[in-house]
């Protein structure tokens, strides 16, 4: 059975939620006044471990560190 709700325009336009919400924070923080701006930017890099499975097991983690693209 279909929804007759209303779909949120995010979803409407094709995106998901957490590309708009990126989308909606690299605006405000190109709007910020330095040295706001600066701080906010150098907060917005990513930091994560990457690891492949093999045979049921994990194998030794790949640490990245990476800043998305503005």
Request: proline fraction near 6%; include cysteine.
């Amino acid at each position: 059975m279909a929804s007759t709700a209303a779909v949120p325009f995010w979803r409407a336009a094709g995106m998901t939620y957490i590309t708009y919400s990126n989308i909606c924070a690299n605006l405000v923080r190109n709007c910020l006044k330095e040295p706001h701006r600066a701080e906010s930017l150098a907060r917005e890099k990513v930091h994560f471990s990457l690891s492949k499975w093999a045979d049921g097991k994990a194998q030794k983690p790949v640490l990245r560190s990476d800043a998305p693209a503005v």
